[in-house]
């Protein structure tokens, strides 16, 4: 299970603090994704990246900000959230991000709450 | 728009019996993918097994087999001889390009 790392694992934030979420993939993977998980909902697909590159953006508000320096890290800045932001936040990465079967390998995630 | 529903959001089964998990989908494409993802407690999301559209042959990953009805968009899957170690939500997914479309999970507990 180390093949995609998260840090921090547990992060409690105010609503007017500046935070990042910390993903990184060892599988040399093109292609990484952040998730939304809320309880008893499915879920939610934040951002794709491919090769680096912005591919999907999901009608995510702006307070959520990710940044790909490379095909290995992805980071999630977060700043002004809302209590409804609390959840557990999912890193992913997979080979390519185009139509195929390519099983996409998950990290622990963050369980991230918003006072 | 494709989605996919779950329509037990908790089953139990005692240890070494079958159960089965339902997942139906909602689409127009012919040619896609679909997924059985288990996230045990605490744990990472790992994938369990996955089936192409276009074969009609069954999935099966030593205990986990799927039940695939493309007419009806009916994807379940079967675990055989139940393990303490099965107990987890099982999420079903269906991807259509890059992105996966989930179920809102199934908690599976496992009675000793």
């Known amino acids: 299970e180390t093949g995609v790392t998260q840090t921090p694992r547990h992060l409690v934030m105010g609503m007017t603090n500046k935070k990042s979420l910390k993903c990184e993939q060892h599988?040399?993977?093109?292609?990484m994704y952040w998730y939304k998980q809320s309880a008893k909902k499915p879920l939610e697909l934040m951002f794709v990246?491919?090769?680096?590159?912005?591919?999907e953006n999901n009608s995510v508000p702006s307070r959520f900000s990710p940044e790909c320096p490379n095909s290995s890290h992805l980071f999630l800045h977060l700043h002004t959230l809302q209590p409804e932001d609390s959840a557990l936040y999912l890193c992913a990465s997979s080979q390519d991000s185009g139509p195929s079967t390519d099983t996409q390998y998950f990290g622990p995630g963050t369980r991230l709450t918003v006072l | 728009a494709q989605t996919v529903t779950q329509s037990q959001p908790e089953m139990s089964v005692q240890e070494a019996e079958t159960v089965t998990l339902s997942c139906t989908y909602d689409t127009s494409e012919s040619d896609y993918y679909l997924f059985w993802y288990k996230q045990p407690p605490s744990r990472q999301m790992i994938l369990v097994i996955r089936?192409?559209?276009?074969k009609q042959q069954n999935a099966t990953e030593n205990r986990f087999s799927v039940n695939f009805q493309k007419a009806a968009k009916s994807f379940s899957l079967k675990i055989s001889d139940s393990q303490l170690g099965d107990a987890a939500m099982y999420f079903c997914a269906y991807r259509s390009n890059y992105q996966l479309i989930w179920g809102a999970g199934t908690k599976l507990i496992i009675k000793p």
């Open positions: 599988l040399g993977h093109n292609a």
């Open positions: 990246y491919s090769l680096e590159e912005r591919v």
């Open positions: 089936q192409e559209a276009y």
